[in-house]
């Protein structure tokens, strides 16, 4: 009763205020002051959706208002400058700085506390080396491939075109073609604006085959073939899962898909447009490398690789059985941790889903060592690299290249806002409007994107120069350690197990054995 008697008030206020200033030119203006939140009372105290605003009406609409702009509260006046997730302040800082090429120095030491359980440093040598003029490059193309192509050390990640404007994927392919490094599609296929500046591609197909389907969403190998001999990709990649959504797939809405997006994905226009979370062409390990084989065989006989968030090691185990059973591999593997992701997925999956990329990377890497594989196939890892400590602590796990995602989108403006599924992204990288969109200027971003990259891979050289490490065959789990408790460091060789090559083969470790036993070439396992 006493809401109601305080609208009725705020009104018949206005009423008041309307007769008394009658003389005035601007009698409306108070009498609209007072009745516009005297309307609003009015529908708050009807409304039956909210029910903060039908106990507080008017006053109860600044609760949403502060809800609305708290992430931008948390971040810019709460926060310190290493608690923000997914990326804190410090690490933004650092990769804007790199990429404007501004010094990255850090005064009055580490905000970091070094005595925290989990703290994980890398070991400088007492003999440091020369730090390395040439940044080093992966080779990838195993025994079957014919057209191998020289990976950095550091490229740009998965991101489709249509997830990112066409500006943000124009300056990311020309920061890749004046760096020398390569340009991870995305699964949304091959657009125009890959291949205008002539950056290096890494053509990546997934669930939805796009860019290479039929007309009911099949893989189509005569687009495949087309498309992957093309001078620009210089290799194909199979997306099995990704970081922050294992094992589902995607909607694109229909009122997205617009006639360049259609055409980009080979679906009709203003369709909406489902990935399933499973692939039509194969359904067991066997049937995966056999397939991987036939891409190899249609794009010309260049490398042909899988990406994929690790789940069950007996998964792994049963794709490297596959591949000894079959005689063939793939010439990489990517793998991406659950703690990736550049667009949206259900939060469920992005907290609770896929192993992260420190125990995916192992898990990967010592399946293959173990099984008598490793030699002829890459592996890059993706998830959270931004550093050169995160590239170095990756070659450390087993990876022979890594890749990056958010980190190449800071470098061409992203802010962290968090809108990238909204498409109202402020700064014009993940969105498809087109006001937003040209405020990114693509000559300023695409430098950017290079002096990043160059700058990240050369800090990278300088940590292994200071660890006495020449090349990267120098590094080795001894130099990475990890913090138990307040008095226990253990490194990376004793905390996990490393296995030899062939191991698996001949004499399977205690914690290895049930997994590689169970592992079946023709079956994927529960998880």
């Known amino acids: 009763m006493i809401r109601i008697l305080s609208v009725a008030a705020l009104a018949l206020a206005a009423v008041l205020a309307a007769a008394l200033s009658v003389q005035s030119p601007w009698w409306w203006l108070p009498a609209a002051l007072l009745l516009v939140p005297a309307v609003i009372g009015v529908y708050d105290l009807l409304q039956r959706r909210h029910a903060v605003l039908r106990n507080y009406p008017v006053l109860g609409h600044l609760r949403y208002l502060l809800e609305s702009i708290r ?10 400058n290493h608690d923000g997730r997914p990326y804190d302040r410090d690490t933004r800082d650092l990769v804007y700085q790199r990429a404007k090429g501004t010094a990255a120095e850090e005064p009055f030491g580490s905000e970091r506390d070094l005595y925290a359980t989990g703290y994980e440093f890398l070991t400088p040598s007492l003999g440091p080396v020369p730090v390395s003029e040439t940044p080093p490059t992966a080779r990838v193309g195993g025994p079957e491939c014919t057209r191998p192509y020289d990976m950095a050390l550091l490229n740009v990640s998965a991101m489709s075109f249509g997830s990112l404007s066409a500006n943000a994927v124009l300056a990311l392919n020309q920061g890749a073609a004046l760096g020398g490094f390569a340009h991870d599609t995305g699964e949304g296929g091959i657009s125009d604006y890959h ?59 229909g009122g997205k898909v617009n006639a360049e997006i259609a055409r980009v994905r080979g679906v009709p226009q203003g369709r909406t447009v489902i990935s399933p979370p499973y692939h039509r062409v194969f359904s067991t390990p066997r049937e995966l490398v ?37 005689g063939s591999a793939p010439d990489f593997i990517v793998v991406d941790g659950a703690e ?11 907290d609770h889903m896929g192993l992260p990329l420190s125990e995916g990377l192992m898990t990967v890497h010592n399946a293959l060592v173990g099984s008598g594989l490793r030699e002829g196939i890459r592996i890059g890892a993706s998830g959270k ?16 290249y890594t890749n990056a995602a958010r980190s190449m989108m800071f470098a061409v403006g992203c802010i962290q806002a968090m809108n990238c599924h909204t498409n109202a992204c402020p700064s014009g990288v993940a969105t498809q409007d087109q006001r937003r969109a040209r405020a990114l200027d693509v000559t300023d971003k695409s430098a950017r994107v290079h002096r990043f990259q160059d700058a990240t891979v050369r800090s990278a050289l300088r940590i292994m120069a200071a ?15 990890r913090r138990l408790d307040p008095v226990t460091i253990r490194s990376a060789a004793h905390l996990h197990e490393w296995l030899a090559p062939g191991q698996l083969l001949k004499d399977p470790p205690e914690d290895w054995a049930a997994d590689w036993a169970a592992a079946d070439p023709d079956r994927f396992a529960a998880a």
């Open 467 to 481: 660890m006495g490490a020449s090349s990267v065959s120098d590094l080795g789990p001894h130099m990475l350690c």
């Open 340 to 350: 990736g992701g550049t667009g949206a997925a259900p939060l469920e999956f992005c």
């Open 195 to 253: 291949l205008r500046h002539g950056g290096d591609l890494v053509w990546e197909i997934g669930t939805g085959y796009f860019g290479c389907r039929t007309e009911d969403g099949d893989f189509d190998p005569d687009q495949f073939a087309e498309k992957a001999a093309l001078d620009q990709v210089k290799c194909v990649e199979l997306k099995l899962s990704q970081g922050a959504k294992p094992g589902i797939g995607g909607v694109l809405p």
């Open 385 to 400: 690299v931004a550093t050169g400590a995160d590239i170095v602590k990756r070659l450390i796990q087993g990876a022979d």
């Open 290 to 326: 056999r397939f991987l084989a036939r891409m190899r065989e249609l794009a010309g006989g260049k490398p042909v690789g899988a990406k994929l968030c690790v789940g069950s090691r007996r998964d792994v185990l049963a794709l490297c059985k596959a591949m000894l059973a079959e």
């Open 71 to 80: 992430p931008e509260l948390q971040q810019y006046f709460i926060e310190r």
